[in-house]
């Protein structure tokens, strides 16, 4: 063996597994390898609990996640903050995840996508666009954010290129 890597399958906070991986012809592996791995054993945990893997795990009553606390947001997009004792892995850039944008007593949920990120010495704060917005969640938004109703005109209705 001239190469190997011991990957862990994490689960919540729990690791339940490696991924090992093994080079026998001599070559060794790059750093694209270790990132492949851990995107794969971040996919496999999530497709063993969709399987019912887990079946001995309690139903919690509340979904996994963060309490971000929003630096800024427009009808595009939001940038946010987490504590980085709440993170245990940074989130890559790029990545696509589900949020719920809370206006009031109206919840908005939608996918973002992480374009930018800024590590500080106690935050991680994250620059994201959101996806799948419908007109409806973008004017629900926007009457939240400007406390008046949607006009299409207005600059501040979408983010112009």
């Not at 190997?4 to 390898?33: K, L, N």
């Not at 990545?95 to 009031?104: A, E, K, P, Q």
């Amino acid at each position: 063996i001239s190469s190997e890597i011991w990957c862990p399958i994490i689960y919540y906070q729990y690791v339940v597994g490696y991924i090992y991986v093994t080079d026998r012809s001599g070559g060794s592996f790059d750093v694209s390898m270790v990132d492949y791995l851990w995107d794969f054993s971040r996919i496999l945990a999530f497709n063993l609990k969709q399987t019912g893997y887990f079946s001995g795990e309690k139903k919690s009553e509340a979904a996994p996640g963060h309490q971000a606390q929003v630096l800024d947001m427009s009808p595009g997009g939001t940038l946010i903050s987490l504590p980085r004792s709440e993170i245990r892995t940074p989130i890559k850039e790029g990545s696509v995840f589900s949020v719920d944008v809370l206006m009031g007593d109206k919840t908005v949920n939608c996918s973002v996508k992480v374009v930018r990120r800024y590590e500080e010495s106690e935050a991680i704060s994250y620059g994201m666009t959101f996806l799948n917005l419908s007109s409806q969640d973008v004017m629900q938004i926007y009457e939240g954010l400007y406390r008046k109703p949607y006009n299409e005109r207005d600059s501040l209705a979408f983010e112009q290129s």
